[in-house]
């Protein structure tokens, strides 16, 4: 099982940038893959981006390709998130979440999770 915690979200004007943190504590991380998702008032939850934590690739939705970076930090433990030229469109709360990629989860990048961080909100102000 695998700990998560977010932060670096906040308010944000369309146009900035924002860089959210996913620490991660744990055994066996090097063969786990964390994901970001978000989920906005009313809607459903939606995958962002993924990478694995091994190196070997990285993932993202169409509506933030260009825009967002995934990245990890090894030495940290801790995914980051940089969100560039942000749009109100990306006012949500954001979470991390972890798979154990030795389970094969045919779902990967967009699904097959089993731990979730508590969440982080970004606002992004027109």
């Known amino acids: 099982q695998v700990q998560l915690v977010e932060s670096g979200g906040g308010l944000v004007q369309a146009g900035g940038s924002l860089r959210l943190a996913c620490a991660a504590s744990?055994?066996?991380?090097?063969?786990?893959?964390v994901g970001w998702f978000r989920q906005a008032p009313g809607k459903e939850r939606e995958f962002v981006a993924a990478i694995n934590w091994s190196g070997g690739g990285t993932y993202y939705a169409d509506s933030v390709k260009g825009r967002f970076t995934i990245s990890a930090d090894n030495a940290k433990n801790t995914v980051y998130l940089q969100m560039n030229s942000v749009e109100p469109e990306d006012t949500a709360t954001y979470y991390c979440?972890?798979?154990?990629?030795?389970?094969?989860?045919?779902?990967?990048?967009?699904?097959?999770?089993?731990?979730w961080g508590q969440g982080t909100q970004v606002t992004v102000s027109s």
């Open positions: 744990g055994r066996y991380l090097r063969y786990y893959a």
């Open positions: 979440a972890s798979q154990d990629r030795r389970n094969h989860s045919p779902q990967y990048p967009q699904g097959g999770y089993n731990d």
